[in-house]
């Protein structure tokens, strides 16, 4: 490539002086752009945080309920029997068998040996009912399954009468079992009142 008449001049341009010369740093072999980091950080936290809230409202809503005591639940399964309606709209038969029914699960919570699906004989086998009002119990079974299964007619005033005895059946067994209970002060007031 011919140049022709360009000639070029080199002229060193380091001050006369050595000590006043300051090299320059060497470069790095590479160069890596400046990032900021700081945005990312901040978005990942934000994640595990949000994935840390989300697993403890997981945790908080599927947590084991307490559990209701058995008399309790049975007072209030037949509380919303009542309010059902069932005797004023001619079901006595269903509903002498929603109050065995509640009996049958309160028996199986409370008395050692008695189970849910118990027949009625296999129940008063394992419950063995004592003196008194649970005495009444073989009856009251026998004619709840006569009315369920058998399909068995019961008056109004029957599944009324049915519903007290077996109000009283749950009581009088709480009382036993468990003397801390408000049945038990009921009766061991009543007991001091006769006295």
């Not at 060497?26 to 400046?34: D, G, I, K």
């Not at 009251?140 to 068995?152: C, G, H, T």
Request: glycine content about 4%; hydrophobic content about 50%.
């Amino acid at each position: 490539l011919p140049l022709g008449g360009l000639s070029g001049f080199v002229k060193s341009v380091p001050p006369a002086d050595k000590s006043l010369r300051i090299p320059t740093p060497a470069r790095p072999l590479f160069v890596l752009p400046v990032f900021n980091w700081w945005p990312w950080l901040a978005l990942a936290a934000a994640i595990i945080a949000a994935a840390l809230l989300w697993w403890a409202w997981r945790r908080y809503r599927n947590r084991p309920k307490a559990p209701v005591d058995p008399y309790v639940r049975a007072q209030r399964e037949v509380e919303g029997i009542e309010q059902m309606g069932l005797l004023d709209s001619d079901r006595a038969a269903e509903y002498v068998a929603l109050i065995v029914d509640v009996a049958r699960e309160y028996l199986a919570a409370r008395v050692r040996g008695v189970r849910r699906s118990d027949t009625t004989s296999e129940l008063l086998r394992a419950m063995q009912p004592r003196d008194g009002i649970e005495a009444e119990l073989p009856r009251l079974l026998d004619r709840a399954d006569m009315v369920k299964f058998a399909r068995a007619d019961i008056s109004v005033e029957e599944a009324r009468e049915t519903a007290v005895a077996i109000r009283a059946i749950i009581d009088h067994v709480e009382a036993r079992l468990n003397p801390e209970s408000e049945p038990a002060k009921k009766a061991a007031a009543i007991r001091e009142k006769a006295a």
